[in-house]
């Protein structure tokens, strides 16, 4: 098993739909835990931390539920310059980043 | 403010040769971490380096080593290359710790 796991993409929505990511973590010591968005052929860029409470920032909301490690990632009102690939990302004990593999998103007009 | 640099953006080397990576990390920054982006994968985590000192290394063989400079910048060296090592190296620098990491813009290795 992986130690992070997110949902398989590509994800292909029209211009102004609601759509969620996922992802699973195996690690149940992890402390932090992020989002970064990667554009092709670019390095990954920070969109959000997550934290257990829960954070918004604009369009996007991400949730953090330790019980069932799981992290989301909620983005409303797509636009077609949020098309790229999100990552997963936990940072477990003993400084190790774990990233996820990615998911695919392509936001069309 | 000058973000993350890596040297060189692109390089083209052959099986069992040698590569250096260099990175400088964000103003403020003390902390270096390196990662390998195969195509159409998630970054890998090499290391990380802090305080001069390799902290926390990832499931990479002894031929990939590093080093941390005062100044805080870093290299990645690679020894006796291999076809699979082809990939986007990554440096990510972050402040006291391994919190919000700011990556560079990669260097793209491609092994013939």
């Known amino acids: 098993r992986k130690e992070v796991e997110q949902d398989p993409g590509p994800f292909n929505v029209p211009e102004g739909a609601t759509v969620a990511f996922n992802c699973t973590y195996s690690n149940s010591a992890s402390q932090s835990f992020f989002w970064y968005r990667q554009d092709c052929r670019k390095e990954p860029k920070l969109l959000m931390s997550v934290y257990s409470s829960g954070n918004e920032d604009g369009r996007f909301t991400a949730q953090l539920n330790r019980a069932s490690q799981y992290i989301s990632l909620l983005i409303r009102d797509s636009k077609l310059s949020d098309s790229a690939t999100y990552l997963c990302?936990?940072?477990?004990?003993?400084?190790?980043?774990?990233f996820g593999a990615g998911t695919r998103l392509f936001v069309k007009a | 403010d000058a973000g993350v640099t890596q040297s060189p953006t692109h390089l083209i080397k052959t099986r069992g040769q040698q590569v250096t990576l260099r990175c400088s990390p964000k103003?403020?920054?003390?902390?270096v971490s390196w990662y390998q982006q195969a195509l159409g994968q998630g970054p890998q985590f090499i290391f990380q380096y802090y305080e001069e000192e390799e902290r926390q290394r990832g499931n990479f063989p002894d031929r990939f080593s590093g080093h941390q400079f005062p100044n805080y910048s870093s290299e990645l060296n690679v020894n006796a290359l291999l076809l699979g090592d082809s990939a986007l190296y990554l440096c990510?620098?972050?402040?006291?710790?391994?919190?919000?990491?700011?990556f560079g813009p990669g260097t793209r290795l491609t092994v013939l």
């Open positions: 990510a620098s972050s402040s006291r710790g391994w919190n919000e990491q700011f």
């Open positions: 990302v936990v940072h477990t004990g003993g400084f190790k980043t774990i």
């Open positions: 103003s403020g920054h003390d902390t």
